[in-house]
């Protein structure tokens, strides 16, 4: 007999106070706080409590019984269902608002840094708010995410017999046992958009985008009809069938795009039943496709394609192939150019990457005749920004891929004062390291990933006796953690700027200055 699960409770009448980390609205709820989505400070709430801790409580928003002054409408139809703008409910100068209050509470809290010392600039807020960022990567799917009270008997067909004769040694793969397909083929229950938070194999078709300009929204529509129309088959994440699986586009400042056509295992392990097409059909409907994209859209400079039967989506180190146009698309900067292929890292905000990059200068303060470090230098956009203001820099990276990008960049640019290393930072920035390049740092400048610095190359820095620091991070709480140990190593925390480079979400960058001190 089967136990009755116990309903949550909901809590009427809470007012919203503030904003805390990660973007959670703070309420509280006898004296204890809970922390809600969705929600902005003076709505009045109705909560369900989903998680009990000893400290705080998790909810759910679940009703609105009054709207605060400052709360506005969203603009996307995708809102709710989508997680990729989170904060569309609030003012964008709230936003920037608790982006910052966000940087300095975790500075004081997590490293404990005396922020009434510290000079703290104004956040920068992006230029544009939408159609900011220059990529972003949609997953095809079967069998699409269902809006609430959809029926799916009318979006997705029946399952299907299989015949074990159409597969390898007449035996069906384990996911398959059954002997059923759920393959879909009604065009209703297709996807062609993003992840749903926290449910890998589940697609949110999207009509309309936000966030990059068009075409890119144009692109993607026009293959999600090429695909049902011409019969090519949709991926199957669980099953790990089907042709298309994924694209991703990038666009420059200019108009030009980048399209990378990810396709399934090739030639497809489960022949045409599967798949929809027999192993050298694929090759014959995908150039069919890339001709009709390129006559369709002369805004695509680069068009590219891999075969991907791994699990997950990765491209890093699969082949990627190009199919028409160029290899790559290039990005200005302060006249600077930068080669972008498929594989390339660049800041997705280009515009905002621009004041970015300019804080991070400016906080280097330099004259003249530095030699500087560059490290988590990614392919170079930093070091090639600055390389022309100082004596040297030297970038390490651990991407190979990436490094490759920063040496031909600087090629591009005719800049001969950079020396690019590949290969984990930990063990190659040593002591040994340092002595050998001839002269130390006097400017060090951090971009690591979210993780942070590692111990061991925070040792390294404090002996490099480097006379500033400018550190960049996309995650406040580690850069707290990591200033805390550089601060205690004989470095004074000086001033920190925040830099808005992701409108209506909850992520921040900032840039910290560290000088040692004498």
């Known amino acids: 007999m089967s136990r009755k699960k116990k309903e949550k409770e909901i809590v009427r009448g809470v007012t919203v106070e503030s904003v805390g980390a990660e973007g959670k609205a703070i309420a509280r709820i006898d004296g204890k706080v809970v922390f809600v989505s969705n929600a902005v400070p003076g709505d009045i709430i109705d909560v369900r409590i989903d998680k009990r801790r000893e400290k705080y409580m998790e909810g759910t928003l679940v009703g609105i019984q009054t709207p605060s002054p400052d709360r506005v409408k969203p603009f996307c139809e995708h809102y709710g269902d989508c997680g990729g703008c989170a904060w569309q409910e609030l003012p964008y100068r709230l936003q920037l608002k608790y982006k910052q209050q966000q940087v300095v509470d975790q500075f004081a809290r997590i490293g404990h840094l005396p922020m009434d010392e510290v000079e703290v600039l104004p956040i920068l807020p992006s230029e544009r708010t939408v159609e900011y960022r220059n990529k972003l990567e949609f ?5 699409r995410w269902l809006h609430e009270g959809e029926d799916p008997a009318t979006v997705f067909d029946p399952p299907t ?35 749903i938070s926290k449910a890998f194999d589940k697609i949110l078709d999207i009509r309309h985008c936000w966030l990059q300009p068009e075409p890119s929204n144009e692109i993607r529509n026009f293959i999600r009809q090429y695909a049902i129309v011409h019969g090519l088959p949709f991926f199957n994440i669980r099953e790990q069938t089907g042709l298309l699986r994924n694209i991703i586009i990038r666009t420059n400042l200019r108009g030009e795009v980048m399209l990378t056509v990810m396709f399934g295992a090739h030639p497809p392990k489960l022949g045409k039943l599967r ?12 150039e069919k ?28 180190d699969q082949q990627i192939f190009n199919a028409r146009g160029e290899d790559a698309i290039y990005e200005e900067m302060e006249g600077l150019r930068f080669k972008i292929g498929p594989k390339s890292f660049y800041q997705t905000n280009p515009l905002q990457a621009y004041r970015l990059y300019s804080t991070v200068r400016e906080f280097a303060g330099f004259k003249g005749g530095e030699h500087v470090y560059d490290l988590y230098t990614g392919t170079g956009t930093i070091a090639l920004f ?73 040792k390294v820095l404090l002996g490099t006796g480097a006379r500033r620091i400018v550190y960049v991070s996309c995650n406040p709480a580690t850069q707290a953690r990591d200033l805390a140990l550089l601060t205690a190593g004989g470095y004074r925390l000086v001033k920190i700027r925040p830099v808005d480079m992701f409108p209506h979400t909850t992520h921040v960058e900032n840039v910290a200055l560290l000088e040692k001190i004498q």
């Open 289 to 316: 496709m890339f001709d009709v994209l390129m006559e369709r859209f002369p805004q695509i400079k680069s068009l590219n394609y891999l075969w991907n039967g791994r699990l997950n989506d990765a491209i890093n």
């Open 161 to 195: 017999p299989l015949d074990p004769s159409e597969f390898e040694g007449g035996v069906f793969p384990r996911h398959l046992r059954g002997g059923y397909s759920s393959v879909n083929t009604n065009p209703a229950g297709f996807a062609l958009g993003f992840h």
């Open 386 to 458: 600055v390389a022309r203001s100082v004596a040297s820099v030297i970038g390490i990276e651990y991407v190979p891929e990436a490094i490759e990008d920063a040496k031909v960049n600087a090629s591009i640019n005719g800049i001969s004062n950079c020396k690019f290393h590949a290969g984990d930072m930990k063990d190659i920035l040593t002591p040994e390291f340092v002595e050998a390049q001839g002269a130390r740092p006097d400017v060090v400048i951090l971009d690591p990933p979210r993780a942070g610095v590692h111990p061991d190359v925070i």
């Open 139 to 143: 997953t095809f799917s079967d069998r």
């Open 275 to 286: 798949c929809g097409f027999r192993p050298e059909d694929c090759d014959a409907e995908a």
